[in-house]
Structure formats: structure tokens, C-alpha cells
Nanobody, 125 residues
């Protein structure tokens, strides 16, 4: 049974930082692209970032480049999202997702095989 478990969310002041983690089990972790999405209240889920199985390639939504960094530790079956200079508009539930065979060049449009339950990030002004 595949499980993706996010952690690291919480309440932070604007300008602060958080590091999210997503621990995976039940799959050959290094074979999967991993991604982060987020969904703010009343808004559609949006792509944040993705990383290849080896960790060599990473992708970001343009608006978050420079503030967010994705990484992974295949020995720990964990993917991370380092979020710096947080803004109130970053408030959302953050989800990790796994994709074994991505199709197309847009990670935000890939069909992901597995999803985590999400972790809440709240940024106060």
C-alpha cells in the first residue's frame, strides 16, 4: 500500500520560512517524479514544484522561483519543499504527489498516481 505523508506545515509570520517533508512508503521511491501542489481556500489546486527521481531535474511554477526549493533524499524516501520569504498568499494546504511515468512537458498537467493527505501552511501578515 502506497502512502505519502506530509509534515512540517504550521503557522508562520510573513517573511518566515518552513520546510515541508513528504515521506513515501510502499513504492520504489527513486523511480518516481515527486511534486508539490497547493490549494488555497476557494481556489483550485495549483502546481508548485516537481523533481525527477534522481533529483537532477527540478521544475517550479514561475511565480515561486527563487523562494521555494524542492529536494529529495532517496535514502530516506522523502521529498522536501523549502519555503522562504513566505507571504500571506502562500497560505494553503500543501500536497505531495508521485508520478511514475510522466507524459508531456508540464509537470502541473501530469497525471499523478498517488497523493498525500496534505499539510496546512498558514502565513500571517
Amino acid at each position: 500500500q502506497v502512502q505519502l505523508v506530509e509534515s512540517g506545515g504550521g503557522l508562520v509570520q510573513a517573511g518566515g520560512s518552513l520546510r515541508l517533508s513528504c515521506a513515501a512508503s510502499g513504492l520504489t521511491f527513486s523511480s518516481y517524479y515527486m511534486a508539490w501542489f497547493r490549494q488555497a481556500p476557494g481556489k483550485e489546486r495549483e502546481f508548485v514544484s516537481a523533481i525527477s527521481g534522481s533529483g537532477i531535474m527540478s521544475y517550479y511554477v514561475d511565480s515561486l522561483k527563487g523562494r521555494f526549493t524542492i529536494s529529495r533524499d532517496n535514502a530516506k524516501n522523502t521529498v522536501y519543499l523549502q519555503m522562504n520569504s513566505l507571504k500571506p498568499e502562500d497560505t494553503a494546504v500543501y500536497y505531495c504527489a508521485a508520478n511514475r511515468f510522466p507524459v508531456g512537458s508540464r509537470p502541473g498537467q501530469w497525471k499523478y498516481d498517488y497523493w498525500g493527505q496534505g499539510t496546512q501552511v498558514t502565513v500571517s501578515s
